[in-house]
């Protein structure tokens, strides 16, 4: 059955550096997605991607973040300076339609001490 | 605002002990209403889409119903297997991003 993968399972990394989650969504689908999950809390929308561009972002998606498809298959998440704020399991999804289901990986958890 | 709200936080079972988990939900224009289990640790799973009220779909012991305002996942008979954490989610108002609840956490005791 096919599924999303994410790299790293789990990243740390100190403040102020940059780090690049990668995600491979499901071959066939065409919308993308990153969402993140604070510990104990919702999870929540970072961002999403059609066509090659971002088509919707969130308040917290910053000039911090960057989203890039770089081939047919990767789908990569840049945090150019992170914080500590930023510690959270960060999800990859994709979907094959607008509105339909999205299936997501099993995260990145990333620490930043 | 768009807005997910899901009873109960917690909910503890028996092994066989049937319940039912609830979704309320405020979004203009209903596209559909998701479901997911999430296991500590890992991303969440889809289990069921719902599109339209009086819908309903099954998977093992789950099935899940929607009416115009809020969705129930009904689980009959559950096993510690089912221990997870429910979460469910709709589209926004605005573009497809997925707004998700707080979700319920099951423990289901043999």
């Known amino acids: 059955e096919p599924e999303v993968t994410q790299t790293p399972s789990h990243q740390v990394t100190q403040m102020g550096q940059e780090v690049i989650l990668r995600c491979v969504p499901i071959s066939n689908h065409l919308y993308f997605y990153w969402y993140r999950q604070i510990l104990g809390q919702k999870v929540e929308f970072l961002v999403s991607f059609y066509n090659n561009e971002i088509s919707e972002k969130s308040e917290i998606f910053d000039d911090q973040f960057s989203v890039e498809r770089p081939d047919g298959s990767n789908f990569t998440l840049k945090i150019r300076s992170t914080k500590l704020e930023d510690s959270a399991m960060y999800f990859c999804a994709s979907s094959g339609s607008h509105y339909g289901e999205q299936y997501f990986g099993p995260g990145t958890r990333l620490t930043v001490t | 605002e768009d807005q997910v709200t899901q009873s109960p936080e917690a909910l503890r079972l028996q092994e066989g002990e049937s319940s039912s988990l609830n979704c309320s939900y405020t979004?203009?224009?209903?596209?559909?209403l998701f479901w997911y289990r999430q296991d500590p640790g890992k991303g969440p799973e889809f289990l069921f889409t719902l599109y339209s009220a009086g819908e309903e779909k099954e998977k093992e012991r789950l099935k899940a119903t929607l009416t115009k305002k809020e969705s129930f996942l009904h689980i009959t008979a559950p096993k510690p297997e089912d221990s997870a954490t429910y979460l469910c989610?709709?589209?926004?108002?605005?573009?497809?991003?997925?707004?998700f609840g707080a979700g319920t956490i099951l423990r289901v005791k043999s």
């Open positions: 979004v203009s224009g209903l596209r559909g």
């Open positions: 989610a709709v589209p926004g108002t605005y573009g497809n991003k997925l707004v």
